[in-house]
């Protein structure tokens, strides 16, 4: 069985009204397509895995983060593979806003509105641990 390391960004924005989390939503014909993930990628062999998620958004999303920690690592068991994901939050870097160069569609959501968003199953153990560590 194929073991592949996946990074992930969660990408906040404060509002007024409390943080706001980066959500993208997958194109159709992708894995997973139209449903909502974390943007992110496979880390290349010897990298580092905060090194790999500053590349990712950069080729996925076009902007700057920077990573400030890592949440708890999920092992995501599929058919023929496992993923482990490794989340960090982030915050944008001053600059470009994301944009959607590899997902059908972006958004920042409240934590009010994210859990009725279609996820794909492997992002839904990471955004509890974000709606717990955010709850009001």
Not at 2 to 22: K, Y
Not at 25 to 53: T, W
Request: aromatic share 6%; charged share 25%.
């Amino acid at each position: 069985m194929t073991r592949l390391n996946v990074c992930c960004a969660l990408i906040t924005l404060s509002s007024a009204h409390g943080p706001l989390l980066l959500a993208a939503k997958k194109a159709c014909g992708q894995s997973n397509g139209l449903l909502y993930e974390f943007p992110g990628g496979k880390l290349e062999a010897g990298e580092d895995a905060r090194d790999a998620i500053v590349r990712e958004i950069r080729e996925e999303l076009g902007c700057a983060i920077r990573p400030l920690c890592p949440l708890a690592p999920v092992l995501h068991r599929e058919k023929d593979r496992t993923i482990r994901l490794i989340p960090f939050l982030c915050e944008l870097e001053k600059g470009r806003l994301p944009i959607p160069l590899e997902h059908e569609s972006l958004g920042f959501f409240s934590s009010r509105s994210l859990p009725s968003l279609p996820w794909a199953p492997a992002d839904l153990p990471i955004l509890k641990e974000w709606l717990d560590r955010n709850a009001r």
